[in-house]
């Protein structure tokens, strides 16, 4: 087994007023040689944006787009006619392929916080789609938001990924099996702290793992996880 850890502190960080802005991999005006993605997982970032700010209307192209609102919610508009509100607890997809203009406004909470993931597709120049999940809160068990296959659990990107989101009791283990041993999993520690492979990973901090086939993780607080394989 092999292993990359990104502490909380060795994150890249923007402060723009209304956005604070944590960058896990080089982003925007933050380049380090050495955070340059996982694989096919090329941005991160954990994002906090104060009520009544938001991101104006700007395009993507060739890209799968993942947002997980952690805290708050976000109004999402885009060019493909689709406007509605993610909070936490939901999950949006969006595939750029040949190209879409949106916006995301915090008009609704005092302050939203999210986690916004950028994968590598498999193909480009795809017709440009748009999804929205809610997913459940049940303690001590993964729930797949994101795989390959339309048809099973939770949304699908074009990639060979499969993200899983849990939350989990202090002093429980879990396991997880990778579902194409040539992937990595790349795990976010949202809140809590646990242990992968006997290396303590706290609030915030990014760990990837790779070259096996499965791994435990020992939950030593209350943790909610965003567990994240994608090919490497």
């Known amino acids: 087994m092999k ?36 694989g096919s997982l090329r941005v991160l970032n954990d994002d906090v944006i104060q009520g009544k700010t938001g991101f104006s209307e700007h395009p993507h192209q060739n890209m799968e787009i993942i947002t997980v609102p952690i805290a708050g919610a976000l109004r999402h508009r885009d060019s493909m006619g ?27 909470a005092d302050v939203t916080n999210i986690s916004q993931i950028w994968v590598i597709p498999n193909k480009n120049n795809v017709e440009p789609r748009y999804d929205q999940i809610s997913f459940s809160f049940d303690a001590n068990s993964w729930q797949q938001i994101v795989s390959p296959n339309p048809d099973d659990e939770g949304s699908w990107i074009h990639a060979n990924a499969w993200f899983h989101h849990g939350v989990f009791d202090k002093g429980e283990l879990t396991a997880y099996q990778f579902n194409d041993k040539e992937n990595g999993v790349f795990i976010f520690l949202i809140e809590g702290e646990i242990e992968v492979n006997g290396e303590k990973i706290e609030k915030r901090d990014g760990f990837g793992v790779h070259d096996t086939e499965g791994f435990d993780i020992k939950i030593m607080e209350d943790s909610r996880i965003l567990l994240m394989e994608v090919p490497l």
């Open 82 to 108: 689709n406007e509605g509100v993610i909070k936490s607890g939901e999950v949006q997809v969006m595939s750029a392929g040949t190209g879409v203009y949106h916006s995301e406004f915090n008009d609704i």
């Open 3 to 38: 292993t990359y850890h990104i502490k909380s502190i060795e994150r890249g960080s923007a402060d723009y007023g209304w956005l604070k802005a944590n960058y896990m991999f080089s982003f925007a005006n933050y380049y380090n040689p050495n955070q340059m993605g996982f």
